[in-house]
């Protein structure tokens, strides 16, 4: 399968620690990059290959991935991070790929 | 300041075809490997199709295989999605995505999309 599942929704508080999953077979073979998406706007990249940022993408946002699972880790979230996250990944054959199913992420 | 400009999208009856444009400025667009991500309203993102840099492979979605052609003009620095017997499922926003290395991943820059509606 080429799915990527994720957790629907999760809360944080102002300045605490929220990490966002993402499960699939694929995640074994290749990176997930992971991407936010505000309401209205495009969707912009925060995180891909082994843990490398864009220019301009704070320090607090991180990745890391073990076995089939991938996760970004925001670490003391501000209310701009409150967004809909997506991971994405190459499928097995590699010249397709698919993005999760999306986490919203509320700062509370 | 990388640009990407999707044009294009309009309201079409079922069965109809659209061709979209994305116009590109800001980095070598014969560098790079483009893509075209769609998003269906208030549901997530669907990844359409890829083309190398030099348009020699292409590769898409079992959702609009044989339906849509990716192609691109580095000679204008653009990307065009042709899309045919479009189906009311087709209906999304449209965005083009800059592929971030040699092996056309991560999208490191998107455009702010184009809609396409499929309805009668």
């Known amino acids: 399968s080429s799915e990527l599942t994720q957790d629907p929704a999760v809360s944080v508080a102002l300045g605490q620690t929220v990490r966002i999953t993402c499960q699939g077979d694929?995640?074994?073979?290749?990176?997930a990059s992971w991407y936010q998406q505000k309401p209205g706007q495009a969707p912009v990249l925060v995180i891909y290959?082994?843990?490398k940022r864009p220019s301009g993408i704070p320090d607090r946002f991180s990745g890391s991935s073990s076995g089939n699972t991938a996760s970004l880790t925001i670490t003391g979230a501000q209310a701009e991070d409150e967004a809909d996250y997506y991971c994405?990944?190459?499928?097995?054959?590699?010249?397709?790929?698919?993005f999760g199913t999306g986490t919203k992420v509320t700062v509370l | 300041e990388v640009q990407l400009v999707e044009s294009g999208g309009v309201v079409v009856q079922p069965g109809g075809s659209l061709r979209l444009s994305c116009a590109a400025s800001?980095?070598?667009?014969?560098?790079?490997?483009m893509h075209w991500v769609r998003q269906a309203p208030g549901k997530g993102l669907e990844w359409v199709s890829l083309?190398?840099?030099?348009?020699?492979?292409?590769y898409y979605a079992d959702s609009v295989k044989g339906r849509f052609t990716i192609s691109r003009d580095n000679s204008k620095k653009s990307l065009y999605l042709q899309m045919n017997s479009l189906r009311a499922e087709d209906t999304a926003l449209y965005y083009c995505?800059?592929?971030?290395?040699?092996?056309?991943?991560?999208?490191?820059?998107w455009g702010q999309g184009t809609l396409v509606t499929v309805s009668s």
């Open positions: 800001g980095f070598t667009f014969d560098d790079s490997a």
């Open positions: 694929s995640l074994r073979s290749y990176y």
């Open positions: 290959g082994k843990n």
């Open positions: 994405n990944s190459r499928d097995s054959s590699g010249n397709h790929c698919v």
């Open positions: 083309i190398s840099w030099d348009g020699d492979s292409t």
């Open positions: 995505a800059k592929g971030g290395d040699s092996s056309g991943y991560p999208f490191d820059y």
